[in-house]
């Protein structure tokens, strides 16, 4: 499957954001994630702080009832 840098990108359980940070610095820049743990996001942020300052990567914390 090629997506083109242009496309968007969802990742469903996105962890900390590795992923997500390899397709950013390879050109893909209209990325979301999708994440449970408050652990993970807070790592995430953490890890990668200028992408969520910037609003360069969005992720949403889903939680499960």
Do not use: D, W
């Not at 999708?34 to 992720?59: D, V």
Request: some cysteine; hydrophobic content about 35%.
């Amino acid at each position: 499957m090629h997506i083109p840098q242009n496309g968007k990108i969802l990742e469903i359980g996105c962890n900390v954001g590795r992923n997500l940070n390899h397709l950013y610095e390879n050109g893909f820049k209209q990325l979301t994630g999708i994440e449970i743990s408050e652990n993970a996001i807070n790592a995430l942020k953490r890890m990668y702080p200028l992408y969520i300052r910037t609003q360069k990567l969005f992720i949403h914390q889903l939680k499960i009832q």
